[in-house]
T-cell receptor, first 115, second 113 residues
């Protein structure tokens, strides 16, 4: 059974710091990995999608890496801002067309960026 | 492009009452999912549709939950009767299938009192 773990569970940093969020998964047979952002009381916003054949993806101040063989991904946020405060969720996609295709999520990292 | 649309955003009901959630996926996305997110947890899959067919409902508590996706577009998730433990955020998502990414709606926050 695939399990996804995110460390740390919560993180508080001063504005301007660079930070790294960690995600690990137990089964390397994944199709892709997706990082989401969730603001309080809101749905999930997709940040980055990394296919299993890729090593990293970048969008603005965000960079996500994937090491499938070791079951790890990191989300790097450069020059953090108070607006980055949210919960960040990592999810791995199992299966493909048909079969038991679904996302398996970690519990998230709650990030607070202090002005 | 319009995103995944869900309604209502919030719902408060008494236990044993019925409740229904509605989802309109992104146009052209054949795959639709319903996930449930308990407080402090990641979302978990309830049911997945390919067009109008429910291809994975193994995690759906069928004694009280039901879902439908008529004409392979909009979907409705129903709970009858609701229990206190059903309080959660219900999220709808859609994708093109294959190895594409998921797009989630804003969710419906259900409180059962």
């Amino acid at each position: 059974k695939q399990e996804v773990t995110q460390i740390p569970a919560a993180l508080s940093v001063p504005e301007g710091e660079n930070l790294v969020l960690n995600c690990s998964f137990t089964d390397s047979a994944i199709y892709n990995l997706q990082w989401f952002r969730q603001d309080p009381g809101k749905g999930l916003t997709s940040l980055l999608l990394i296919q299993s054949s890729q090593r990293e993806q970048t969008s603005g101040r965000l960079n996500a890496s994937l090491d499938k063989s070791s079951g790890r991904s990191t989300l790097y946020i450069a020059a953090s801002q108070p607006g980055d405060s949210a919960t960040y969720l990592c999810a791995v996609r199992l299966g493909g067309q048909g079969g038991s295709e679904k996302l398996v999520f970690g519990k998230g990292t709650k990030l607070t960026v202090n002005p | 492009e319009a995103g995944v649309v869900q309604s209502p955003r919030y719902k408060i009901i008494e236990k044993k009452q019925p409740v229904a959630f509605w989802c309109n996926p992104i146009s052209g996305h054949n795959t639709l999912y319903w996930y449930r997110q308990n407080l402090g947890q990641g979302p978990e899959l309830l049911i997945r549709y390919e067009n109008e067919e429910a291809v994975d409902d193994s995690q759906l508590p069928k004694d009280r939950f039901s879902a439908e996706r008529l004409k392979g577009v909009d979907s409705t998730l129903k709970i009858q009767p609701a229990e206190l433990g059903d309080s959660a955020v219900y999220l709808c998502a859609s994708s093109l299938g294959g190895v594409g990414g998921y797009t989630f709606g804003s969710g419906t926050r259900l409180t059962v009192v």
